[in-house]
């Protein structure tokens, strides 16, 4: 596809279940970028891959939290035994270089009830 | 990181221009100013970036201050499409994130 792709755009789950975002990031996009963002805040950081590697994981509120990109291409953040307070869109990035121009998903809406 | 003040919301009319004021009192040598507006539903997209020199593009233009302790970032003609969230932000070199802060919300009235 011609930008980021982030599946699925919506999920509703229970407290306390594992959940599974996933992201493709521009075919040939080193850098990769996890956000999450709240109603009315701006995004918040997560994580940030260069290639497969974590070059940033300063952004993960605890260790429920967790990101692979095991290929450098595809991302995928897992939440286990999620809470209510991890309700929130989650946004992917990737760019071509680690400095260079962001380009965003649509989101993942996640709903934990 | 560096900090950035925006006023929360901001109006304006179509076809007007409008000016988004964006502090940055502690920026540093190295820092790049960047702007990224978010429309709603969309993930943020890039509008335009600046070290010290004004720079324009098909976007928007942007304004910064001599000392680069302020920039502003203009939309030559608004229009409906844009009204969204603007998000100024500091990028140093010694990283590779975007922190984002709250944004101004322009409203764009026809």
């Known amino acids: 596809g011609a930008g980021v792709s982030q599946t699925p755009s919506n999920k509703v789950t229970e407290k306390g279940k594992y959940v599974e975002l996933r992201c493709d990031p521009i075919s040939g996009h080193t850098a990769l970028y996890w956000y999450r963002q709240s109603l009315g805040q701006g995004p918040e950081f997560l994580i940030y891959f260069q290639g497969t590697g974590a070059a940033d994981d300063s952004g993960l509120p605890n260790d429920r939290f967790f990101a692979v990109r095991p290929e450098g291409s595809v991302s995928t953040l897992k939440i286990q035994r999620t809470e209510r307070g991890d309700s929130a869109v989650y946004l992917c990035a990737s760019s071509l270089m680690s400095t260079g121009e962001l380009f965003f998903g649509e989101g993942s809406r996640l709903t934990v009830l | 990181d560096a900090k950035t003040t925006q006023p929360n919301s901001m109006e304006s009319n179509e076809e007007e221009p409008v000016h988004l004021p964006c502090n940055h009192s502690t920026i540093s040598g190295t820092d790049y100013i960047h702007w990224y507006r978010q429309l709603p539903s969309q993930g943020p997209e890039y509008v335009i970036h600046?070290?010290?020199s004004n720079v324009n593009n098909r976007m928007a233009s942007l304004a910064i201050a001599e000392d680069r302790k302020s920039s502003t970032l203009i939309l030559h003609r608004a229009t409906l499409r844009d009204a969204a969230v603007y998000y100024c932000i500091l990028r140093t070199r010694a990283t590779d994130k975007l922190i984002f802060g709250t944004g101004t919300r322009l409203q764009v009235f026809p």
């Open positions: 600046g070290l010290t």
